[in-house]
């Protein structure tokens, strides 16, 4: 599976998770974990247990009401927490084709759900991001906020309600760059005269929109628990 695929099927998703660590003569050793987000490629499991990059693990939870899924896998990254937990990233060995494309299904049809909760969920950004209109002025802006659906943006420049602009923000701290058209709507000049605008994403694909919106859960979740 290419790295583009492994990253669009990943949703943040809460299930019973089965999790042994392997040693080197393939017995097991039961751990409790819970799922923090899921994909075709592997899952991020929350534990106590104590890992390291390169453990063999064997995981085990329900695709589907007729699928249970025993896969082995390597921990790939491994991230301390508080309270003495560890969040590890964790690489799916290659999947049955069938195994796969049911993965696959369930994985959509939750990233669907999460989809409709949380369509007008915005992150908190501050991101630079250069702008061009139909007549190829380009401009500087700073992104305010941002969803799937529309960003928030400031700039010097007066934009018009209705006007069509191509966007493009660098993928740096946020975890994903946007290169799309947006459409430009509701529009005021604040007190320094700098234009505040609400842009509507017209072209963002769907990669884009996934991490977008599994980013703004994360926020929305931190915000909730007060992180």
């Excluded at 809460?14 to 039961?30: H, I, K, Y």
């Excluded at 759900?113 to 991101?127: I, S």
């Excluded at 500087?140 to 943006?153: E, K, R, V």
């Excluded at 993928?171 to 946007?178: A, I, N, R």
Aim: charged share 30%.
């Amino acid at each position: 599976m290419d790295a583009e695929r492994r990253e669009f099927f990943r949703v943040m998703v809460r299930l019973p998770v089965s999790c042994a660590a392997l040693d080197e003569n393939g017995r097991t050793s039961l751990m409790v974990v819970r799922s923090v987000d899921l994909s075709a490629g592997g899952v991020k499991v929350v534990t106590e247990h104590r890992l390291v990059p390169g453990n063999r693990v064997r995981v085990v939870f329900r695709v589907d009401d007729e699928t249970t899924a025993r896969l082995d896998a390597t921990v790939l990254r491994v991230e301390p927490l508080e309270g003495q937990l560890f969040r590890y990233a964790i690489d799916f060995d290659p999947l049955d084709r069938s195994v796969e494309q049911r993965l696959m299904r369930a994985v959509y049809a939750v990233e669907q759900l999460n989809a409709g909760r949380h369509k007008h969920v915005r992150m908190t950004v501050w991101q630079a991001m250069r702008c061009r209109t139909q007549l190829g002025e380009t401009f500087g802006a700073h992104a305010l906020q941002i969803s799937a659906d529309d960003a928030q943006i400031i700039t010097r420049r007066l934009l018009r309600e209705g006007e069509r602009v191509n966007v493009t923000m660098e993928d740096g701290e946020l975890g994903f760059g946007v290169d799309a058209d947006a459409i430009v709507g509701s529009v005021h000049v604040d007190a320094r005269g700098s234009c505040v605008a609400t842009i509507a994403w017209d072209n963002l694909d769907r990669i884009t929109r996934a991490a977008i919106l599994r980013r703004s859960m994360e926020q929305e979740r931190r915000d909730i628990a007060g992180d």
